[in-house]
């Protein structure tokens, strides 16, 4: 997709949220479950956002593809559970933008909305593999990051290769929204066991196909 195309998809939203803070919480949500919207709620309470958009990737490179549903049936489950909350929006924008890993994503939005303040949003078990994502230590250097605790993660999450390299970056979780990248906080927050694994296990081919 022509990247004039993608700024275009962007200019109404570029013109709404300008002076805005927007979380970015990007994931599969294969299937969405409350753990998701647990750590999306705590995120913009303790981070202060002006919205959530709670971003369904088109597929995560990191993922198999077997048992990935099909993207419109992840988005609608995600919106089944959010509702109408006022302050988080389920979209699909990466679709429309025609990116699938978060570099690319961040730096289309961030160009196109040069003044809208974006945090990306993410578990303490994506820090552990933080790493592998494409370009990770350029990601760092975009937008804040806020990583929420997970049940299982808080050891592997904090010893990561992420958090060594980045260690004197870190700041507390009320001036993330405040200072520029590079920056992160780990935000411990009351635990969610919900798991999209084991709502996969037990529905099994069910729910993806």
Known sequence: MPTSVNINTLMPLAARWQGRTIGLYGGSFNPAHQGHVHVANEAVKRLKLDMMWLMV??????????????????????????????????????????????????????????????????????????????????????????????????????SSRFANNMARFRVPYQRLSLVDAPAWSFVTIPRHNGSATEIRDQKGNKWWR
Request: charged share 25%; glycine share 6%; aromatic share 8%.
């Open 57 to 158: 990737s088109p597929g995560n490179p990191l993922k198999e593809k077997q048992g990935m549903a099909k993207r419109k049936k992840r988005k609608k489950s995600l919106k089944a559970l959010i509702g109408n909350h006022p302050r988080m929006l389920v979209t699909d924008i990466e679709k429309r933008l025609g990116t699938r890993n978060t570099y690319d994503t961040l730096k289309k939005l961030t160009a196109a909305m040069p003044k809208t303040r974006f945090v990306w949003i993410m578990g303490a078990d994506n820090l552990a593999t933080f790493h592998h994502w494409y370009k990770w230590q350029s990601i760092a250097q975009i937008v804040p990051i806020a990583i929420f605790d997970r049940p299982g993660y808080s050891v592997t999450g904090l």
